[in-house]
């Protein structure tokens, strides 16, 4: 079965921390990677694509490495609205999505 | 330009009903998946839709079946219903050959 973990958290940060999370696919095969952030009750939305060479937007760095099968994403200088879930998510194939459990961050004045 | 809609937003329902939820893709969208989310949890796919057939299809019983129409708009239906069939039901659209997903804000059912 495709598994992706992450660690649920939550992550408790003071804004302007920098913080790390990591997760890790069983599927050796999978293509493209992907990080949604979740706002409660809301529909995921996608942060950004993960590429073997990294991937940078602004305060948001994701890496894939993929002898290890595992995604990361770093956040510097975290703000207050970046409080949400992280969903982990691989492309299984034919653009069908599997997504991890999430991981809570709480960023706190 | 209008992103992905669901209906109805919210729905309770009765243990053994039927339930169908619709969602309309994006302009220029030809692939609808459906994801289920359960609380505290990540969204599992369910199944995919191109060319008005059933593309993919995830672990989920043959009680969860699905239509998509000439305009591209889909349907999720859900038969027998059961207690733990309550989640948010998530519809995403994308272009063929295009990992672009827009979701729809979701439908949250609720069976009791």
């Known amino acids: 079965r495709k598994e992706v973990e992450q660690d649920p958290g939550p992550f408790n940060v003071p804004e302007g921390a920098t913080v790390a999370f990591n997760c890790t696919y069983s599927?050796?095969?999978?293509?493209?990677f992907f990080w949604y952030r979740q706002d409660c009750r809301k529909e995921p939305k996608l942060l950004m694509s993960v590429y073997s060479s990294g991937n940078e937007d602004g305060r948001f760095t994701a890496q894939l490495n993929r002898a290890s099968q595992y995604i990361s994403l770093l956040i510097r200088d975290s703000k207050l609205s970046d409080s949400a879930t992280y969903l982990c998510?691989?492309?299984?194939?034919?653009?069908?999505?599997?997504f991890g459990k999430g991981t809570m961050l709480l960023v706190s004045p | 330009d209008a992103g992905v809609t669901q209906s109805p937003t919210h729905l309770i329902k009765t243990r053994g009903q039927q339930v169908t939820l619709r969602c309309s893709p994006k302009s220029g969208h030809d692939t609808v998946s459906w994801y289920q989310q359960a609380l505290g949890q990540g969204p599992q796919f369910i199944f995919q839709y191109y060319e008005e057939e059933e593309r993919q299809r995830g672990n989920f019983p043959d009680r969860f079946s699905g239509h998509q129409f000439p305009n591209y708009s889909s349907e999720l239906n859900v038969n027998a219903l059961l207690l733990g069939d309550s989640a948010l039901y998530l519809c995403a659209s994308s272009l063929t050959e295009d990992y672009g997903y827009t979701f729809g804000s979701g439908t949250r059912l609720t069976v009791v």
């Open positions: 998510v691989e492309n299984s194939g034919y653009s069908t999505l599997t």
């Open positions: 599927n050796s095969a999978s293509q493209s």
